[in-house]
């Protein structure tokens, strides 16, 4: 199955799993010893394929219903880079619930929670752009793990007395059913805290797909998602994409090397201003 082509596995979608393979979806196959899998999913101007192989260990996967897995994108990520999907839980979610009940009135034992995840919220700004293996690593066991211990005291204190029926027992007995996936970014410094920047960085790209169906042209629908590529990768890194456009474009037309392409990257470009 790996070794099939795009449209092969469109086929083998549509005639063996009864699915559309260009809405969207991403499908995902696996090699029989889980060490290699394949995703085709269609982009709105083309399928995509992507494969992977791991050296070591092999890929954990999920129950599949019917032909289909669920999964959220934080889940998705850690499949793809082979970490046990079933710990990574959403810490962005779990905070939701509370801050739900705070803007129904008072609710102090709601806030304190709030507060305790904003604390763990401040310490991924402080350690954002460090080395995932060794200093993002170690800062959350230094200082995130003391904070998820008060989490969890504050959760076993808060559980006893709250109605299991009210709002905010029915918040807690929800982070506590994931309590020890909430964990897992300790043990992995790649693991984000939640899946927000994926999201942020699809939703443009998933309300302009219609769009991009009356691009005209392949080679115009193509361009089209090279620049939303180049200002999404602009935004990533805090770079204003219509100043960088403007400058890279002047760049070009003043004669800038071919062989110094590198110093109009976004990240470049940041650095220089």
């Known amino acids: 199955m790996l070794r099939k082509g795009h449209d092969s596995l469109a086929a083998l979608v549509k005639n063996e799993l009864r699915k559309d393979p260009f809405t969207g979806t991403v499908f995902v196959f696996r090699a029989r010893k889980a060490d290699r899998l394949k995703l085709l999913y269609w982009d709105g101007t083309g399928l995509v394929m992507a494969c992977k192989r791991l050296e070591e260990h092999s890929f954990s996967w999920p129950a599949v219903k019917d032909g289909l897995m669920t999964l959220s994108h934080a889940q998705f990520e850690a499949l793809f880079a082979g970490l046990d999907w079933r710990r990574v839980r959403a810490i962005a979610a779990r905070a939701r619930k509370l801050i739900e009940i705070t803007r129904t ?73 994931y309590r020890d996936g909430l964990r897992r970014f300790l043990t992995n410094g790649r693991v984000e805290m939640d899946s927000n920047a994926v999201e942020r960085t699809i939703r443009p790209i998933a309300l302009n797909r219609k769009n991009a169906l009356f691009a005209g042209h392949d080679a115009g629908a193509e361009n089209w998602a090279l620049i939303a590529s180049l200002i999404e990768t602009c935004k990533l890194n805090s770079v204003d994409p219509h100043a960088w456009l403007a400058a890279t474009l002047t760049a070009i037309v003043t004669g800038h090397k071919q062989s110094q392409i590198h110093d109009l990257l976004p990240w470049n470009y940041a650095a220089k201003v």
């Open 105 to 177: 009135g008072p609710a102090p034992i709601a806030e304190e929670g709030v507060d305790l995840i904003r604390d763990l919220y401040r310490i991924e700004a402080d350690i954002r752009g460090s080395d995932p293996t060794t200093a993002r690593l170690i800062a959350r066991q230094d200082r995130s793990a003391p904070i998820l211990a008060r989490i969890d005291d504050w959760l076993r204190h808060h559980r006893a007395r709250a109605s299991a029926k009210s709002p905010l027992g029915e918040a807690l007995a929800y982070i506590a059913r």
